[in-house]
């Protein structure tokens, strides 16, 4: 089982690695490929060092499956090389996600879904895998007319850069910028780049992937800002059925779904927050009650680590549902 990880020297690519190693995944060589400033360089996994590979050392190698986090234009550019060599590809950028050829995968939801013949998979967005884990058990019991989603998204969603922004501003030192506005002590309702519609590419990536994952006549719409937390994304979720529900039901139901931890007394001050996710592979979900205002309406508040389940996690989980099946 050879295993290429394309990107393994960035923020998620490292994430990549580690989730591998603790989930044992049986990687028999590994080809960690970077950009040609980093071929050469050595990176210890699971007890040995494995040279950096350029891209097309590791597409002549022919690995089993290349885990791609290296951007969209890396995607485009070069996973359809390894896909022609037989190599399965799980990309976790948004090149393929909206390609009506390509399937968008969240394993519990619709891991199903995979065939022998998919070489090109897309990996959701990080924000659109947390909620879809919480409304896709909902959404099959009551059937979701409409969500509204606020996400508070962790400066890791930016990459290193931005984390060295923010640790740089609370030191009171100088530095490269990730953003436009300093994001110490700050919330900046920008994530990604405007669209003509005024909204950003990670709004319409929310209210996109979730149709194409769950259902297409669902409405979605988003506001994403980003909050100055490490740890991972959060997101408060107003949610618009078609049928009533009884709360006691919805928390039971949420309770047991693979995947999902339910977080949720008031009177204990119990909810998910990001400090608690990070590092985890679950989504959190919480503050779950009714919107008073309109009926069959529900509040929520969900958490995970972005850079594990949002990203890492999911792709491995990708992976391990190919190899279980037998499709690769």
């Not at 998620?12 to 490929?33: D, H």
Request: proline content about 5%.
């Amino acid at each position: 089982m050879k295993v290429a990880v394309v990107g393994a020297t960035g923020l998620v690519g490292n994430v990549m690695l580690e989730v591998l190693r603790e989930r044992n995944f049986p990687v028999t060589e590994l080809i960690p490929v970077a950009s040609e400033r980093s071929v050469g360089k050595t990176i210890e996994f699971k007890g040995k060092n494995y040279r950096v590979h350029s891209m097309q050392e590791a597409i002549d190698a022919v690995p089993s499956i290349a885990i791609f986090s290296a951007g969209g234009q890396t995607s485009l550019d070069f996973a359809p090389a390894f896909s022609e060599k037989g190599t399965v590809v799980i990309d976790n950028s948004s090149a393929w996600r909206m390609d009506p050829d390509k399937k968008l995968v969240v394993p519990e939801i619709n891991g199903n879904m995979l065939t022998a013949e998919d070489k090109i998979i897309a990996n959701p967005n990080c924000s659109t895998i947390q909620l879809v884990m919480v409304l896709a058990p909902l959404h099959k019991k009551y059937g979701i007319k409409r969500v509204i989603v606020s996400t508070y998204q962790s400066v890791t969603g930016t990459g290193v850069k931005a984390v060295s922004q923010m640790e740089n501003e609370r030191n009171g030192a100088g530095g490269e910028m990730a953003y436009h506005y300093p994001i110490d002590k700050n919330c900046i309702p920008h994530c990604d780049s405007f669209l003509d519609n005024g909204y950003t590419k990670e709004e319409m990536k929310l209210a996109n992937e979730t149709k194409k994952i769950l259902d297409q006549a669902i409405r979605v719409t988003a506001t994403a800002v980003r909050v100055p937390v490490v740890g991972g994304h959060s997101e408060a979720v107003n949610i618009e059925f078609e049928k009533d529900f009884d709360l006691a039901e919805v928390r039971k139901l949420l309770n047991e779904t693979p995947g999902v931890v339910l977080k949720d007394d008031p009177t204990t001050n119990t909810y998910p927050m990001p400090k608690y996710a990070q590092g985890k592979d679950d989504v959190f979900v919480g503050r779950i009650r009714r919107d008073e205002t309109q009926e069959n309406t529900l509040n929520l508040w969900i958490v995970a680590d972005n850079l594990r389940k949002g990203a890492a996690t999911n792709a491995v989980q990708i992976a391990e549902y190919l190899y279980e099946e037998k499709l690769i």
